[in-house]
């Protein structure tokens, strides 16, 4: 389990508390909303008292007339009840509809703020659960359960009000059973918290589950593991089933209970005032209205048992969100960051020491020293797990280094805003991350300002240019979800696209021509030596043809340098690199022969 699920017992109804701000936002609507709920209230709490005027007087031959005026006041209190009852729904369902968008923006907000350290223990499909179900599961908190839940309240206390004003004696009766009815109310509340925050976190791990493996079906598919996929899924969806039918039982005994004990109360309050009637101590209609009170108060309590039982589930989603909105990113700006000085493209390692937090006793950079002047191409080569890539995470502060410091154009990138430092770099990862838009928007990411000439410009100097536009729709073709329609060089040519369009100081190109044939690869790194002129450069790569230009080579072991030179002069060396070109070229030279 991640840190963002852990459970905490913030799962009361107390974790719902932080989310009011979201409803005090809109404070007119919330109290448009409660002016129809009060009407409402009021005219329905009127009809006991027209129903005895009716049964009392309407009735009789002397009062013929009045009936119709009686049955008139009725329809008229229908149509308001009718009205405001209509504008209550659609203002707290709007309401719960316009909270529920402003908490979805603000989680969202907050998980692209947090660090890569979190995203290294967290499962995005669980994050996307807690993004759409949780809040969706709020939702009813803000909206229909809060305004059924007030309109109850208010329907409760004023039926049972004028319960005692039309017969105290009776009455009692019925207030004696008020704490036998509430208690299972208030005792089970904690259970269906508990239950249904368990069946919430359930269903987060079948949709980790489902996310994971539908991205990668065609890993899946290839090694025909459809059924033990599916098999695992089914598994994990009978899970949240069970656990979402434990909530369900415990709140259908929960409404069982209230609404037999409170109709069970009224059914008796009846019997005696039945005999009231008969031995002339009150009217019909004023038993009539009693009972019809009776029955609201009833309704109205059993209402609020379903409610209570919603929002102990509202309560749980609220906890898992409050659990998430609490995880503060440590990859921060400073309160008073330090401004970047003009941009030069210089990067230093002063004893730079770094581990990961799943293996802290394992550093993947040890005391690392280095500096790259403006403008110089240097190499990072080494065996995989020699910590390159590393070296590119603390460039662009993903991580904070243990010791040491990084420092970019002289700055420490500690001490400024890390988008400030982040705009002066271009990276162009391995593995490039190819989003659901089309061609145009995967260029110009982070640049939506960007014009279409320049994003075209930015195709034709990355070789990109011709496959674009043999494309459906050209740089309009929709790419689809991780651009799965393209081919890997294809991706990574839009990948470098992306960077030449950035226009940044800095480049960091890790295998960034690994996924091209040949002739596409010679085309890119034309290109790139045009880009990288007057820029400063840090390219990554095995393949030692791709670095033989480079002004300088590090390379790397264990986290160390352990050389440093130009391609001739390491390879007269005699050292790590040397064998590495050895092994590489050599094993080139065999193939042609082959």
Known sequence: ??????????????????????????????????????????????????????????????????????F????????????????????????????VADLRRDVFAHLTGLDAAFYDRARTGELVSRLTADTTQIKAAFGASASIALRNLFMFVGAT??????????????????????APLIASGRIVRRRSRHAQDTLADATAFASESLGAVRTMQAFGAQESSGARFARAVESAYAAARETAVTRAILIAVAVSL???????VLWLGAHDVL????????????????????????????????????????????????????????????????????????RVSFAYEGAPDARVIDDLSFSIRPGERVALVGVSGAGKSTVFQLVMRFYDCLEGRVLVDGVDVKTVDPRDLRARIAP????????GGTVSENIAYGREDASEESIEAAALRAAADGFIRELVDGYATELGERGVTLSGGQRQRLAIARAILKDAPILLLDEATSALDAHNEAQVQAALDDVMTGRTTLVIAHRLATVQKADRIL???AGRIVEEGTHPDLVAKGGVYARLANLQFGQAAEALRA
Request: aromatic share 8%.
């Open 1 to 70: 389990m991640t840190e963002a699920s852990q459970p905490s017992r913030t799962s009361s109804f107390r974790a719902l508390l932080p989310l009011g701000r979201y409803g005090l936002r809109y404070k007119g609507r919330a109290l448009a909303a409660l002016a129809a709920l009060i009407v409402s209230s009021v005219a329905t709490l009127a009809v006991p008292f027209a129903l005895r005027r009716m049964i009392d007087f309407g009735f009789s031959t002397e009062s013929g007339g009045a009936i119709d005026a009686y």
């Open 72 to 99: 008139l006041a009725m329809a008229a209190v229908v149509v308001v009840i009718a009205l405001a009852a209509a504008t209550r729904y659609y203002l707290v369902t709007t309401l719960g509809e316009r909270v």
């Open 161 to 182: 009000a004028l319960m005692v004003y039309t017969s105290p004696k009776l009455s009692a009766l019925v207030l004696v059973a008020i704490p036998v009815i509430a």
């Open 262 to 268: 409170a109709f069970c109360s009224v059914v008796f």
């Open 279 to 350: 031995a002339g101590r009150m009217t019909a209609g004023l038993l009539s209205q009693f009972v019809l009170f009776a029955v609201l108060a009833a309704t109205s309590l059993g209402e609020l048992s379903q409610v209570w039982s919603e929002a102990a589930a509202a309560a749980g989603a609220a906890g898992r969100i409050s659990e998430l909105l609490s995880v503060a990113p440590r990859i921060v700006a400073p309160i008073k960051p330090l401004a970047m000085p003009p941009p030069r493209g210089a990067i230093a390692f002063e």
């Open 428 to 435: 162009v990862p391995q593995d490039p991350s190819i989003f």
């Open 555 to 557: 390379v790397m072991e």
